[in-house]
Structure formats: C-alpha cells, structure tokens
C-alpha cells in the first residue's frame, strides 16, 4: 500500500456519481465545491464567502487538474463527485472526527464534523446531512468520506 492518501482520490470502488464542470478559480483536489458564478457550468472551492452559496460536491483528484500541485486550474474541466466514498482533508481548524460523525465543510474548503460552531465572522460552512466520516483522524489529516447527493445542507456563519 502507498504510504500517502491524496486528497479527492476515490477511496472505495463502490457505485459513484459525479458531474463535470468548469473550474472557477483554483479547486484543490479533495475540497468542498460550490455552485460557480454560471451554476449550470462552472464550480468554485468553498470558500464561505457568502451564507447563499450551493454545495455541489467534492473535487475528484484528475489528471485534468495540475498534478504536480494538487489542483483544478481556473477553466478546466473539473470532476465534482456526488456520491461516494472519498479522501479528504480535515482542515487545520477541525476537531478530531471519528468513523461516524456527520460532515460539514469550512471556509478554507477542507473537512470537520458538524455541527460546526457558529459565530458571526462574516464566513460561511456547510454542515451536509447525507454525508458521514468513514475513518477517524485529527485535524490536518486525510480520512475517508461518504457523500450520497442530493442532500440536504445547512450554511452557517462562523
């Protein structure tokens, strides 16, 4: 087995789904995506820029992105997966998440579990309901997700 786990590489060869837009902006593999400025054509990575922004997936590692680097370039085609068992990264501002917990996304684009606590810094995540951690691990870390879209999602201020 490879020693390293690289974000928005399928984790599991189970049934998937994903759709394939635009990249708006630079998408790290493995980061939350949200609706691009044309919904119908274009993602953006979460950034929690605003509390109107639509969840769309996790960014799929590809060979359409900047490998070296571990991106989406702006204008590529970008693979955004809907449902199913992925690696990603919990963001250095997570707590430690155990196999189970619910998935919500921070402002930097990368994972914590939900709830997330709420504040009023004018920046936004989304706690996903059809989503759970499938491995435990600390913050900075890549654990497993499971996403089963549509799902109902909760955006809210941090």
Do not use: C
Not at 56 to 75: T, V
Not at 80 to 93: A, E
Not at 127 to 138: R, S
Request: proline share 5%; charged share 25%.
């Amino acid at each position: 087995m490879r020693s390293t786990l690289n974000p928005g590489e399928l984790a599991e060869g189970r049934r998937m789904s994903a759709d394939s837009k635009a990249s708006e902006g630079t998408i790290p593999f493995g980061a939350g995506a949200k609706a691009g400025t044309n919904p119908e054509k274009q993602v953006a990575a979460w950034d929690g820029a605003t509390g109107n922004d639509k969840f769309k997936g996790i960014a799929m590692f590809s060979i359409e992105g900047d490998l070296e680097n571990g991106h989406y370039p702006d204008g590529v085609p970008t693979t955004v997966l809907r449902k199913g068992v992925i690696w990603v990264k919990l963001s250095d501002n997570a707590s430690a998440v155990t196999a189970g917990d619910q998935v919500a996304i921070r402002n930097d684009s990368l994972f914590d579990k939900a709830p997330l606590t709420t504040g009023t810094s004018g920046s936004y995540g989304v706690e996903l309901t059809n989503a759970e951690f499938k491995t435990a691990g600390q913050p900075g870390e890549v654990v497993k997700v499971e996403i089963d879209m549509p799902t109902a999602t909760k955006v809210v201020q941090l």
